[in-house]
């Protein structure tokens, strides 16, 4: 009898290596090339053919050219972001209205946000203010009628092109009132501050902004060019018929202005000293000074009824709460009573 083996009659071979294949080369071109495929990659008559089709049949999930619409849909985002970071905003343009013509099919509400935002600061970066004025009133209307504060926080980048294009077209007035209102949003960001007192002054948004105030100012002696002081010696002298009213608020303005500048030098200071990020910030302070020696205000009585009751500029809430009563808390209170010691009663 033949003994049991358990694992049956094994035969060992001899093992021998493989040789390695090669891997077989491919001709293979990415999409995102240099020839920045997704600038021309949608076929026009197609997207015609898609779009003329009837809505029912367009609006079902399963359709086939419904979802060709989405892929020419995400080139389009594609494109947009290409040529707004080159600054082709005409092009950007031309393509929120292809944008439209896609969402009346497929009622994507991403693009519902995009359209209007993009038309918005397009229009503003191309000069014409009264377009984006027009599309702001138009997007408050639809977006912001019935949301609270804090929503609307979100698009504080977009509102705050309001003013900016009133300032713009010299409409001082209406340009106050809306930073005002961005304000009451969001009050801690000292540009809006500043480009309010600029407003009262009657001074152009172009006169001292970010871009240029650099050019403004004596880097060796760190105070303002001739180019600056005559600017502003031009302005005071066209507008010396600024009201009081006017003339205390771009005061208190300013105020505001130096009181978050100092707040964003401390946050900067903590940072890398070595980077220096707070050293802009500090120049732009010397402009501030000067115009604040500009807007003298030591003539002006608060409580002078000429002041609080003039019927052509008149406080409004914003700045009764902003810069009267603000300034009335700032003044010692002449009828303080003794402080009272609570044992001796």
């Keep these: 009898m033949e003994d049991d083996d358990a694992f049956g009659n094994i035969e060992c071979e001899e093992y021998e290596p493989k040789g390695k294949?090669?891997?077989?080369?491919?001709?293979?071109?990415?999409?995102?090339?240099?020839h920045l495929w997704?600038?021309?990659?949608?076929d026009k008559e197609e997207m015609e053919r898609i779009l003329k089709k009837d809505l029912k049949e367009l609006k079902?999930?399963?359709?086939?050219d419904r979802k060709r619409l989405k892929v020419m849909l995400k080139s389009i985002y594609y494109k947009i972001d290409y040529l707004y970071l080159n600054q082709d905003y005409e092009k950007c343009l031309e393509c929120c209205q292809q944008i439209r013509n896609f969402n009346r099919v497929l009622q994507d509400k991403t693009s519902k946000l995009l359209v209007p935002d993009l038309e918005i600061r397009c229009s503003y970066r191309l000069g014409h203010y009264q377009s984006a004025i027009d599309k702001i009133i138009k997007f408050e209307e639809s977006t912001l009628s019935n949301i609270n504060r804090?929503?609307?926080?979100?698009?504080?980048?977009?509102?705050i092109l309001y003013p900016q294009s009133l300032h713009?077209?010299?409409?001082?007035?209406?340009?106050?009132?809306?930073?005002?209102?961005?304000?009451?949003?969001?009050n801690f960001v000292w540009e809006w501050w500043f480009n309010m007192a600029l407003a009262y002054i009657g001074l152009p948004i172009e006169a001292i902004n970010k871009n240029n105030y650099k050019s403004l100012i004596d880097g060796d002696t760190m105070k303002i060019t001739n180019q600056l002081q005559s600017l502003l010696d031009q302005s005071f002298s066209m507008n010396n018929n600024i009201s009081d009213n006017h003339l205390f608020c771009a005061h208190y303005s300013l105020k505001s202005t130096l009181y978050f500048i100092q707040q964003s030098i401390n946050v900067k200071k903590r940072l890398d000293a070595k980077l220096n990020y707070a050293k802009p910030l500090q120049s732009i302070l010397v402009i501030i000074q000067h115009l604040l020696d500009q807007c003298n205000i030591d003539h002006i009585d608060i409580h002078s009824t000429t002041l609080?009751?003039?019927?052509?500029?008149?406080?409004?809430?914003f700045e009764i709460k902003h810069f009267v009563e603000f300034k009335e808390m700032l003044q010692p209170d002449d009828d303080d009573e003794e402080e009272i010691n609570p044992y001796d009663l």
């Design 21 to 34: 294949k090669s891997i077989p080369k491919v001709d293979y071109t990415p999409k995102i090339d240099d």
């Design 38 to 42: 997704f600038l021309d990659c949608i």
């Design 60 to 64: 079902v999930k399963e359709n086939v």
């Design 150 to 159: 804090a929503a609307a926080q979100k698009y504080m980048d977009i509102l």
């Design 168 to 186: 713009h077209l010299l409409r001082f007035n209406e340009s106050i009132v809306q930073y005002q209102k961005c304000i009451v949003i969001s």
């Design 308 to 317: 609080t009751t003039s019927t052509t500029i008149p406080f409004n809430d």
